[in-house]
């Protein structure tokens, strides 16, 4: 973590002597150099930016969300939930809401603690969507020419909103604003499929994959402008940050084979196009790696790695191995994987400045600081 600067701390002494050498030329009026010090040593978020990071593992501080902070958030976090499931199962679904409310009073408004917030976040989005999906009733479904889906999603995302607008919770932030990107994705397919014909109108499939692409890259972009703006991912907006990372790295990798290939996965890697498509997979993976690597967000590494091994089992059937037995295909892929991983997790700090080094310097210097 970055660490606050006291008042006795050799770091004022230096924040000083600079501030004396900008009097000296004019920049600061002497009488304001104390002042203008003792300002900014009050505001560790505006000097975050320019303070060296201490750390053990200097690698925990790229994306490290605090939502963790001892065996207390858990003991806490477990106690919630038990308590949550029970009210559910004993009451009804409406008696979770007060019950959430009141614990967020003590646990995240009164205590901070980090672990319990995330999960009455998840509390909240599931309460949420469990009691919008009853209240539409048993004929609710899931349909692409039903309005009930993207209101459903749009509900969940109000909620999440709200939740954060009360109790600042990072992850209800990053929850509200996927799921609303999610109900107006999906409405522009309730639309387009309703003004189509309905269910199964030509062209219905390619508006599903391009509204997912969208999706995708708008839950990317905003994700990294929370990034951009917390490049030393000191405040909340690097949390935020690193749980829409979460869910924009599978949806790019998942909206882009979509487009290529086609929502049915069944024909991604049908025999006439096998190698192609599962070296375009690979490819795509790849792309994705960089960019983790880039904006220093390891979900990108993680998010392909199932597409990724079904794409080198395929290559493997398909490049003269296929008279190995599938239990040594298996274990080949298990290989395969863990080397990439492996590799880019023990060499990632070097990689990455050698990815870094080849960017424009006014692009380097907006991304994460080199470790």
């Not at 607008?165 to 609303?180: D, E």
Request: glycine share 8%.
């Amino acid at each position: 973590m970055i660490t606050r600067p006291d008042s006795a701390s050799p770091y004022r002494r230096t924040l000083v002597d600079a501030l004396n050498v900008a009097s000296a030329q004019g920049l600061v009026a002497p009488d304001k150099v104390e002042g203008l010090a003792a300002f900014l040593i009050a505001r560790p978020a505006l000097l975050a930016p320019f303070q060296p990071v201490e750390l053990d593992n200097p690698d925990e501080a790229s994306e490290a969300p605090r939502f963790l902070r001892g065996f207390h958030d858990i003991l806490i976090t477990i106690g919630l939930v038990a308590a949550l499931v029970g009210i559910a199962g004993l009451l009804t679904i409406y008696a979770v809401f007060p019950a959430i409310i009141l614990l967020a009073e003590i646990l995240v408004r009164r205590q901070r603690l980090a672990l319990p917030a995330v999960a009455l976040a998840a509390a909240t989005f599931i309460a949420t969507g469990g009691l919008t999906g009853g209240l539409m009733g048993s004929d609710f479904n899931w349909t692409a020419d039903s309005w009930q889906t993207p209101a459903w999603a749009g509900w969940i995302a109000a909620a999440m909103l709200a939740f954060f607008a009360v109790y600042k919770v990072p992850v209800a932030l990053a929850a509200g604003l996927t799921t609303a990107y999610a109900a107006v994705a999906l409405s522009v397919v309730v639309a387009w499929v309703r003004g189509h014909g309905g269910l199964g109108a030509d062209g219905s499939e390619r508006v599903f994959t391009l509204m997912l692409a969208a999706f995708a890259v708008a839950v990317f972009l905003t994700a990294l402008r929370f990034d951009l703006r917390d490049p030393r991912r000191v405040t909340r907006h690097s949390d935020t940050a690193f749980w829409m990372h979460l869910a924009s790295a599978p949806a790019l990798l998942y909206g882009a084979l979509a487009l290529a290939f086609g929502t049915d996965m069944d024909a991604w890697f049908a025999s006439d196009v096998a190698v192609a498509r599962a070296l375009m997979t690979v490819g795509l993976i790849a792309t994705l790696m960089v960019i983790g690597i880039l904006i220093d967000r390891r979900a990108f590494v993680t998010s392909g790695l199932i597409s990724l091994g079904w794409s080198i089992g395929v290559l493997i059937e398909k490049g003269g191995w296929n008279n190995l037995s599938g239990q040594t295909s298996f274990f080949l892929v298990l290989v395969a994987i863990g080397i990439i991983v492996l590799t880019l997790g023990i060499g990632w700090r070097w990689i990455r400045r050698q990815a870094v080094g080849l960017l424009p310097a006014d692009i380097a210097l907006r991304l994460p600081p080199l470790h």
